[in-house]
């Protein structure tokens, strides 16, 4: 991995730390929708750190999952269960975002934090077991 892929990656870990900080601070005050934002926005950007290692860049926000689950999850270097987590953050986020009518309560809110915090530890771990990046 040459050291602007290296440093790019490690933009994007900071990015996703940061992100579900925030979505813990913001679970704290009772802003639930928000919570789902930022956790998916800290997913997003973790998985398209882990996707660098591989050369792959992905404009769009599907074509991120689409990749990750094509290159990690389906290859078995990934467990599956974090493609499904990927893909309920997702539609939570979407939801959250575009639909006037849905209302996000605690109890969901908390599950979309949590996945999002198992997520960025296991993508984490390989990015650390496997190409050295031992900060995260």
Known sequence: MDEQ????????????HEDIETARELFNSGRYRAVVNRSYYAIFSVTTALLLTQRIERSKHAGVESAFIQHFIKKGIIETEYGKIYD?????????????????????AEKV???????????????????????Y
Do not use: C, H, M, P
């Open 5 to 16: 892929t290296r440093v790019l990656i490690e933009v994007r870990l900071d990015r996703a």
């Open 88 to 108: 309920y953050i997702r539609k939570k986020r979407e939801e959250s975002d575009y639909s006037a009518r849905i209302t996000i309560d605690k109890e969901t």
């Open 113 to 135: 934090v949590d996945n999002a915090e198992k997520f960025i530890v296991r993508l984490a771990e390989y990015l650390r077991t496997q190409f050295g990046l031992d900060n």
